[in-house]
Nanobody, 112 residues
């Protein structure tokens, strides 16, 4: 059993930056691929980024070059650095552990 908690969401202007964090506990964090998803109002939940236990990264085309996912296995944490934010990035962002465990989400609003 793994518990996942996101933090760092908030209101930011277009072109700004925000850093989300995800803390996991209760399991063997270092063996899991970690993922970020997001869900805009009225839209489906979409995959954003992944990082494997060994640090290999992949991103959705919509965020490639703007977002960076990283992890600290010693601290059981994952982060998502979001730069050059656009209004279409507005969504609830969810951290996912191993494709099975989900956080409750943190809201990111990009608006002027």
């Amino acid at each position: 059993q793994v518990q996942v908690v996101e933090s760092g969401g908030g209101l930011v202007q277009p072109g700004g930056s925000l850093r989300l964090s995800c803390a996991a506990s209760g399991g063997s964090f270092n063996i899991y691929t970690m993922n970020w998803y997001r869900q805009a109002p009225g839209k489906q939940r979409d995959w954003v980024a992944s990082i494997t236990s060994g640090g290999y990264r992949d991103y959705a085309d919509s965020v490639k070059g703007r977002f960076t996912i990283s992890r600290d296995n010693a601290k059981n944490t994952v982060s998502l650095q979001m730069n050059s934010l656009k209004p279409e990035d507005t969504a609830v962002y969810y951290c996912n552990c191993g494709g099975r465990y989900w956080g409750k989400g943190t809201l990111v609003t990009v608006s002027s």
